[in-house]
């Protein structure tokens, strides 16, 4: 349900190609087996994330709406636009209360969230937090609405889903680019290496590199994806079928795994393995596997681009069977792969590594401040060493000293610790003559032994 909720919002880009990598895969066999496709649809919606800082917010919400029958079955017949223009936030006036309740606790828990990266990113700079206005930082949040931080308004699963829509749209982009910029990096770690070299070990290097280069560009033809060649051979080598026999009716409803009724990003990606592996093999030296990825991608974009009409990213059946109709279909131009469309211009990769030349020098200064700052704290452990030791010396001295200066006096002396060794009440009197009392002396009055009671007190 989750799954087919997001669909519904339209976040798809991106959202089933990281299904995809958090279960560890990218391909997707064809799974005969109902129950254990399922299962493995399960493990990825658990392990589903967007990558956006709201995430869990969001995945928490969907789940909450979707325990609400009402807007359940308003979800099932919403489309695209109903769901983006924010005809569907409307319902939410209409779900239970206990629902509302559950999506007011999850609002507050994130605007709680939300505040204390606030405060730590204050922090972090030394901010005077304990002065920060919250509800004008919480405003550079766009996916809920900061002027209410305690109950979900309709407002809010609008914000939601216009924001999440507009952060994974650019997924893709920024795919793209991080590639581009791995290309560059890889190129110029290349140029470093060789220019380490002597001549002799650089002239051979490098023919040992064009030589892995060319083995790369030595493969088979690649089929345009989504053409009827690729096709056929995915019917053919993937599910085991005759070619002669081909049907694309048939060859959706196959593909289609979890039979939905469409074609998700994912379920497409798994049709363009077979041409990928003619050109990529993770046991040769000269095939990058993040090269093979790009390919992937490249080639489910020039697909939706020819075949999701509605641009909805899902192809439904009636679009695919339109695609098949199509003169690219039976006739398409041959794939160029990445190696024939360089990604970057000389000026671009010398752009590059300025940037890198002053990441790596302010890389050196932090390193250096780092170095300088620890130096410090060993001088200054080294002085409160000393300090220590000077206190402990004085401290032994003036112990002698007090030792020096009883014996002078005549008192007993120190013990061990410095402390004075007194001696027991009972043996200073022995060493004093006893006295008896006045009236103790002479004869005993008649009302008193002879012998003077044993227990008698004697005063000194």
Known sequence: MLKTYVRRMNL?????LLLSISAGVW????????????AKEEVAEENADTGLYYDRYLREVIEVLETDPHFREKLQTANTEDIKNGRLSKELDLVSHHVRTRLDELKRQEVSRLRMLLKAKLDST?????QMDHASLLKQFEH???HNQNTFEAKDLELLISTATKDLENYDAERHEEFKRYEMLKEHERREYLKGLDQEKREREEKRM???KDKHHQHPKVNAPGSVAQLREVWEETDGLDPKEFNPKTFFKLHDTNEDGVLDEQELEALFTKELEKVYDAKNEEDDMMEMEEERLRMREHVMKNVDANQDRLVSLEEFLKSTEKKEFSNPREWETLETNP???EEELQRFEVELRDKEEELKRKAENLRQQQELLKERGKALEAQRREY??????????QKDQQAADGQPPAGANGELQFQPEAQKVEDKELKVPVELQGEAPNNLPAEPPQNLPIHT
């Open 12 to 16: 798809k880009p991106g959202w089933l």
């Open 343 to 345: 990604l970057y211009t």
């Open 392 to 401: 402990q010396q004085a401290v032994l001295e003036m112990s002698q000293r």
């Open 210 to 212: 064009q030589e892995l």
């Open 27 to 38: 391909s997707v066999p064809i799974d005969r087996n109902v129950e254990n496709q399922e």
């Open 144 to 146: 809920l609405d900061p």
């Open 126 to 130: 030394n901010t005077q937090s304990l």
